[in-house]
Each structure stands twice: as structure tokens, then as C-alpha cells.
């Protein structure tokens, strides 16, 4: 088991996100469920209601809890996708805008439930980590023109100069 979960407050979407996030990624899968008691007398849940679903990710597990009203996502937190190619990077962009998701800068986007991820191609770390700070300085400066990250442009800017 592992021992630090992280945990999702919904305002009583608890179980469509996970269902969304299972669907996103191939090796994910709900856990479990829990529903708020009947003998509950105070909450934001009433009887029978979704408590809280376990689900996992690529492996690591994850817990939404439906909490309230009392707290919304910020992007001081975020979810990194690392991407191996250019489709990859397109596919979990176009289903994380999916249905009221705002794409940001530099490859970053908030997902329908107000979660922020960043979309990122592999490649582009191993080129910022150069010792060559005239390559990192363009593949940067290339960076920093995108909202979604495009793989050809940034290794273009990696070989010119």
C-alpha cells in the first residue's frame, strides 16, 4: 500500500472524476466506494450519497472525496503527464479540455473539475537540461510562445543556432 494518497475534494462529483480520470489513463481502475452513513447528522453528504471513491492511476492511488463546497482546486498544485510523443501530448490535451477545460500557457491546462496538469513531451526535459545554455535558452524561448507544448517546433529550436 501507499503511503501517502492524494486526496481530491469534489463538491459531490467525486465519482465522475474518477471515472473520467480512470478513463484517461490505460492501467487505472476504480477501487472502491464508500457512501455516507445513515446515522450521519451533520455533513455535506446525506445518507446513501457518495462519500469518497478510491481509484488509481497509471499504478499510484488516489482517493476524491466529495467534501463540499468549502474549497476549489488551485493550480499551486498539478498533475505532470509525462509524453512520449507528439500524439500522446494530443490525446490527453484534447480529453482534458473535454467539456469546459481552459487551456493555459506553456503547456498547462485546468481540466472540467478545475484541476490544473501539465502536458509535457519527455524530450523537452532532457533538451532545458543540456549543459548548452544556448540550446536551453531557445528551446525555452519557444516554450514560453505555446500554450500546448509542440514537440517539432522545440526540438527545431533545439538544433538551430
Same mark, same amino acid.
Given at each position: 500500500?501507499?503511503?501517502?494518497?492524494?486526496?481530491?475534494?469534489?463538491?459531490?462529483?467525486?465519482?465522475?472524476?474518477?471515472?473520467?480520470?480512470?478513463?484517461?489513463?490505460?492501467?487505472?481502475?476504480?477501487? !472502491?466506494?464508500?457512501?455516507?452513513?445513515?446515522?450521519?447528522?451533520? =455533513?455535506?453528504?446525506? %445518507?446513501?450519497?457518495? $462519500? @469518497?471513491?478510491? &481509484?488509481?492511476?497509471?499504478?499510484?492511488?488516489?482517493?476524491?472525496?466529495?467534501?463540499?463546497?468549502?474549497?476549489?482546486?488551485?493550480?499551486?498544485?498539478?498533475?505532470?503527464?509525462?509524453?512520449?510523443?507528439?500524439?500522446?501530448? !494530443?490525446?490527453?490535451?484534447?480529453?482534458?479540455?473535454?467539456?469546459? =477545460?481552459?487551456?493555459? %500557457?506553456?503547456?498547462? $491546462? @485546468?481540466?472540467? &473539475?478545475?484541476?490544473?496538469?501539465?502536458?509535457?513531451?519527455?524530450?523537452?526535459?532532457?533538451?532545458?537540461?543540456?549543459?548548452?545554455?544556448?540550446?536551453?535558452?531557445?528551446?525555452?524561448?519557444?516554450?514560453?510562445?505555446?500554450?500546448?507544448?509542440?514537440?517539432?517546433?522545440?526540438?527545431?529550436?533545439?538544433?538551430?543556432?
Amino acid at each position: 500500500m501507499q503511503k501517502i494518497t492524494p486526496c481530491f475534494w469534489c463538491d459531490g462529483n467525486a465519482e465522475e472524476l474518477a471515472k473520467f480520470y480512470t478513463s484517461l489513463f490505460k492501467s487505472s481502475k476504480i477501487t !472502491d466506494i464508500s457512501y455516507y452513513p445513515s446515522d450521519i447528522e451533520a =455533513g455535506p453528504g446525506k %445518507q446513501g450519497q457518495v $462519500l @469518497t471513491v478510491g &481509484f488509481e492511476l497509471e499504478g499510484r492511488s488516489y482517493i476524491a472525496l466529495n467534501g463540499g463546497p468549502n474549497y476549489k482546486p488551485t493550480p499551486a498544485i498539478s498533475f505532470y503527464v509525462s509524453c512520449d510523443s507528439q500524439q500522446e501530448i !494530443d490525446s490527453f490535451w484534447n480529453r482534458l479540455l473535454a467539456d469546459g =477545460g481552459v487551456a493555459n %500557457q506553456c503547456g498547462w $491546462l @485546468t481540466d472540467k &473539475f478545475g484541476v490544473s496538469w501539465q502536458i509535457v513531451p519527455q524530450q523537452m526535459i532532457e533538451m532545458i537540461q543540456d549543459k548548452d545554455a544556448a540550446r536551453v535558452g531557445r528551446v525555452f524561448a519557444a516554450m514560453m510562445k505555446m500554450v500546448k507544448l509542440d514537440l517539432a517546433t522545440l526540438e527545431a529550436a533545439y538544433r538551430s543556432g
